[in-house]
């Protein structure tokens, strides 16, 4: 245990990490279900967007020559419709021809008048045109993507405009990295599953659920195992059976100080830890190693820094083995509306509620900020990222992580 790196800092736990990334392969998945996957690869375009020229109104195209001193009067040769198998006819001097949305664009043309400011008379087959042509209401080709380039890279989570654009350059299926299976295990003789009948000082365990909720919102998958009493013996089963069938391992309590807390002691004594302890409140007590190879996270047990560490640990560690992919963190800077408790050696992560109503974003606590009051993370909008030494007092500002 000498050698294990103790109480580091944020960013040296950060350092870590990256040098510990999980192993993701390349899978290809259908658009239909692409939603929310992350890109293993840069993807180009097959086509140019547009493909050709084009128009963005129901309305006639023409010479822009033809149309400088409205109203102008001109032929109607043709209708033209998006789609359609034959091409449209050229345009000359006195041509027009009416045009449909997302229609190409005749030869000779070179301007756009919406059906609104036209005057047609199908009787004759003319169009008055009331005002000068737009040349702006031509849809370039390529002028979106051109055919060949790199239009979405490699770590950007599939959104529903970025599936809608996957579609647009021609890919009905893409390369996306492989979901983690991430195994979950809560540990403590005195949690009960939701709704059990409850003994004296039993409680309800919660954390295995949030934390498969923050998986499953990174883009990955949450496998939760039953609660393990505190029993090395079981603990070390449940730990061996999870090795063998996730890519990782999250364990909730057990990571303290404590003559019970067992994950700790079992990682010292036959698994690889690479940090335990971080510098950040709440949260500081979690470890990292590896158990029978799978990368493990000792968390803690009190919910919300069960919750906190995932978000600063777990998330960047997702995020990372990922090509940088996935749910991304938003920060903003905000003013302290009242007073924070601050370190001159922790970086402090009060919850927090975001006023946005006045010129400057004001953080205000969310109340009572114990590391198991999870009804406070709830109502919270943020938490400060209040760095060692910051002075915590009201006015003063801070950047502070979006949840």
């Not at 496998?223 to 059976?241: G, H």
Request: with cysteine; aromatic share 8%; proline share 6%.
């Amino acid at each position: 245990m000498a050698e294990t790196p103790y109480f580091v800092s944020y960013p040296e736990a950060l350092s870590i990490l990256q040098t510990h990334p999980l192993t993701l392969h390349t899978e290809f998945t259908s658009l239909d279900d692409s939603f929310h996957r992350i890109l293993s690869q840069d993807l180009e375009s097959k086509v140019n967007d547009p493909r050709f020229d084009n128009s963005a109104m129901d309305g006639f195209a023409f010479r822009y020559q033809d149309s400088t001193n409205p109203p102008n009067k001109l032929e109607v040769l043709q209708t033209i419709q998006a789609g359609a198998i034959t091409p449209p006819q050229p345009l000359v001097a006195g041509q027009a021809a009416r045009i449909m949305t997302g229609a190409p664009m005749p030869d000779g043309a070179d301007a756009i008048l919406p059906i609104e400011m036209c005057e047609f008379d199908q009787s004759n087959s003319t169009v008055i045109l009331l005002e000068e042509g737009k040349k702006h209401f031509i849809r370039k080709q390529g002028e979106n993507l051109r055919k060949g380039r790199v239009a979405l890279q490699q770590g950007t989570l599939l959104t529903p405009s970025s599936v809608g654009l996957c579609a647009t350059m021609g890919h009905p299926e893409v390369p996306v990295f492989t979901r983690a299976k991430i195994g979950i295990i809560s540990t403590g003789d005195e949690l009960k599953f939701p709704g059990d009948n409850l003994g004296e000082n039993e409680i309800y365990e919660s954390n295995s659920f949030g934390l498969a909720g923050l998986v499953k919102n990174a883009g990955h998958t949450p496998k939760r195992y039953d609660a393990v009493i505190d029993s090395i013996d079981d603990l070390r089963e449940k730990l061996n059976t999870a090795a063998k069938e996730c890519d990782l391992i999250l364990t909730s309590g057990g990571v303290s100080m404590g003559d019970w807390d067992l994950v700790r002691k079992l990682m010292e004594e036959e698994g690889d830890i690479k940090f335990w302890r971080v510098k950040i409140r709440p949260g500081s007590p979690p470890l990292f190693g590896y158990w029978k190879g799978t990368p493990l996270f000792g968390l803690p047990g009190n919910p919300a820094s069960s919750h906190v560490v995932f978000r600063m640990l777990v998330g960047p560690y997702l995020r990372h083995s990922t090509a940088g992919g996935g749910v991304q963190e938003r920060r903003v800077t905000v003013q302290l509306a009242e007073p924070f408790k601050v370190s001159d050696q922790f970086l402090i992560l009060r919850r927090i509620k975001i006023d946005t109503s006045g010129e400057h974003m004001l953080a205000y606590s969310t109340g009572y900020q114990g590391s198991g009051n999870l009804n406070s993370l709830v109502l919270a909008d943020g938490l400060t990222l209040l760095q060692p030494g910051h002075t915590g007092e009201k006015g003063t500002w801070c950047e502070a992580l979006l949840l």
